[in-house]
């Protein structure tokens, strides 16, 4: 994929310096090349001389006397407020770099206000893992306590770090999320998956400004995710057609490469509905007898119904040995779970994880297994796209 040329245009060198420095030593430094300004008339001066530039950013002072002059590439004003959403496009001065390039990603993405002919979506923002709509994962088990949720931060976080744009789901009853993002206060009300129920329950469209105020960045993570129900009883009360309407909301909405839904244990109705739309399931195990026993009556049991509710949704299942030997769990568990070798894969085990003040992230060969789960969704897409 070619760099997307970014001008920005500010007279405090400083300021331009420390963006510069962040992009190239990020994982933006792979799809944006940056160029720096401190005047309108150099910005205008490299035009004319014919330089390539996809979308300005500019501070007031310079931004209409440069939109005049930028002959249709878009042009963002760099505000000292966050944004109004009054139309014009915005990206506040004093948020944190993470969420400056992730907001400029977005503006990229939903083409608001961007002119179709240079609109950057068209320049592969849109589908870094190869696709124009959003990948959906769904990491699932059939018994409890087999570290779902570490599965799914590090496949969001493996694919932020790789530079895909990736969206964290917690859609447990019981959301315990708040370990890992080290905040334990609770979200002000009307946020997150409780707001965007709503809006689904109500069957009205969800809008870019509307899944802006229910997400959140982790700039450790590297990636967005939703805050969870506010109310539990919003959880309990989830019905199938739920699932999959916030599911869709978010996919839809928010362009990104990547959703990862971190669901409950179990195989309800309303389960099974969200997880056959899913493009792959990463079925949970760790090395317990209950729990490979369970996994195993499971898998017999979708793969009987593939006439019935379940379709064809074992052919989407790729089990995942969570912790212990490669060469025992990797190879066992799938002859155990009646899936074949190459459904299989397998996550070491961390030991540092039992002391409590251990970074969850720690782990840098637990998030590389992680980015070769990640590379097995992205050939599903592949493989699901070529076949129509």
Known sequence: MNKLQLAVAVKEKEYLRRLADYIRGSVYAARWQITAFTSVNSCKQYMKQGFSIDIIVAEREFADELRRAAQGVPVVLLSDRPASGEGELELYRYQALPQFMNALERICIDGAGIERSVSLAANGLRGLAGTERTLVAAVHSAAGGVGKTTVALHLAAAAGAAGMRACYVNLECWDTTRVW???????????GLSDLLYLVKSGN????????????YNAVLKCDYMPGFGNPEDRLTLGGEDYVGLAAAISSSGGYDLLVLDMDAGW?????SLLRKVDLVYEVVRNDRSVIDKQRQAMSYIRQDSEGRCGDLWKRCLLVCNG????VEAGEFGGMTGLPKESTAWLPEVPEWRSQGCSPLASSSYLAAASLLVKRLMSEGDRRRAAG
């Open 324 to 327: 212990g030997s490669r060469a």
């Open 181 to 191: 993002f080290g905040d334990g206060r609770r979200e002000e009300a009307g946020a």
């Open 205 to 216: 469209a969800v809008t870019r400004e509307q899944l802006e105020s229910s997400r959140r």
């Open 268 to 272: 309800s109705e309303a389960q099974v």
